[in-house]
């Protein structure tokens, strides 16, 4: 069984996660490889996908500089045209023809996974022969190219958005695509949508790797991370302050707000800048996975503010060491936090509402060790592993 992850990068969270997916199948002996537009790490199968590879002759080569160069122009004016704020506005054509590459030709299974900006969906889909598994890391596929919904300014985009509609509607007429929903949240939105109906659609949650992810001592990794030992330390990340999605500003209204506690000093991780506060201390970027789950390991409570997301990595991260989280109800959130257990749920999308369940989480006496091992028996991995090799199985046995 070969499988061909497709993903436009190795970074970020949907990159993560498709590679904790792909390193467990490895692991279980399944011929899994991973295609990347974009590489950056030293990844076993991941493979960087080369434009130039493929040139048969001197004509072709000269026939694929006009076209870069013609693409490039496209990519221009596409980036002129965006004149209203939006966190990403992606379209389903590019350059790349996915189907010519010997990965593709050889795999039993393609699995989209974040594609923005590689795949070329009406060359892919009228040239596939292969079984093709959309894992859903967003809401991309449902709509002309908006990756959410909430924050996303539609009237300014209306335009592109409808065209884009036409190709994507264009391209996946008559074609078979088994959807993979990341959570409950995501599979409603993907059986709401009109493009999607009467599509297959599996429920497999993230899942995470519990053995690099686990609890350490509180007290021996603040002394070890300079942290104060007397104050409850309450923890996020920040990577992207400017996109109201992420509700950074609805968390810096909280913030605000709980400035008169003393007793509580905010940890932020992550490459954006972070406005100097008395009460909140900038960890900067964090690249190592153990190193961040000493951090997570640190904290008391973890707050994911998004308002609208499918699942975000970093539910699983901080669970997994045994650190509850106060999220806003929507995505993975729905799927994994439970009030009174392993975080609690804001009952609105308003800072008020996050702000009420920050107090109570911290007035609230969580059993980390449990939290940890509802992570290990419901989100390992290695079990989300074996429910994938099952989805192929029964495609592969339904295509024979």
Not at 60 to 75: N, S, V
Not at 131 to 156: Q, S, T
Not at 244 to 263: A, C, D, Q, V, W
Not at 303 to 318: A, K, R
Request: charged share 25%; aromatic share 10%.
């Amino acid at each position: 069984m070969k499988i061909l992850h497709i993903n436009t990068k190795d970074t970020g969270g949907a990159a993560n996660a498709c590679m904790r997916i792909h390193k467990s199948l490895l692991d279980k002996g399944i011929g899994s490889k991973v295609l990347v537009l974009r590489k950056t790490k030293n990844i076993p199968e991941v493979y960087q996908y080369s434009y130039w590879d493929f040139p048969k002759s001197r004509i072709d080569t000269l026939k694929r500089t006009i076209k870069l160069a013609i693409y490039e122009r496209h990519l221009r004016n596409q980036r002129a045209r965006m004149t209203v704020p939006v966190e990403i506005l992606s379209y389903p054509t590019t350059i790349y023809d996915i189907t010519e590459h010997p990965f593709y030709k050889e795999a039993d299974i393609i699995q989209l996974n974040w594609v923005s900006g590689f795949l070329d969906e009406p060359s892919f889909f009228k040239k596939n022969t292969k079984p093709v598994i959309w894992r859903m890391a967003d809401l991309y596929i449902c709509g002309g190219g908006n990756h959410y919904e909430k924050e996303f300014p539609f009237n300014a985009y209306q335009d592109i958005l409808n065209k884009n509609y036409i190709i994507r509607k264009a391209s996946l007429e008559g074609k078979k695509i088994n959807l993979v929903a990341i959570s409950n949240w995501t599979k409603q939105k993907a059986l709401d949508c009109e493009l999607l109906k009467g599509q297959p659609i599996t429920i497999i949650q993230n899942g995470i790797d519990t053995n690099i992810f686990k609890q350490y001592n509180k007290k021996l990794v603040r002394e070890a991370l300079g942290l104060p030992l007397e104050k409850k330390i309450i923890l996020f990340g920040a990577d992207v302050l400017s996109v109201p999605r992420k509700g950074m500003h609805l968390l810096f209204e909280s913030i605000n707000s709980l400035t008169e506690n003393k007793n509580v000093l905010f940890c932020a991780f992550g490459n954006t800048y972070i406005p100097l506060k008395e009460n909140i201390l900038p960890l900067g970027p964090i690249g190592d996975e153990i190193l961040l789950a000493m951090i997570y390991s640190a904290a008391d409570l973890f707050i994911m503010p998004s308002i609208e997301e499918t699942f975000g990595q970093v539910i699983l991260e901080s669970l997994a060491c045994g650190t509850p989280i106060v999220s806003f109800p929507t995505g993975g959130a729905l799927d994994t936090i439970k009030d009174n257990f392993n975080g609690f749920l804001a009952k609105d999308f308003t800072s008020k509402g996050l702000t009420a369940a920050i107090e109570k989480a911290l007035s609230f006496s969580f059993n980390r060790d449990e939290i940890r091992n509802d992570i290990i028996r419901n989100f390992n991995v290695v079990d989300k592993a074996d429910l994938f090799i099952d989805l192929y199985t029964s495609i592969l046995n339904h295509k024979s």
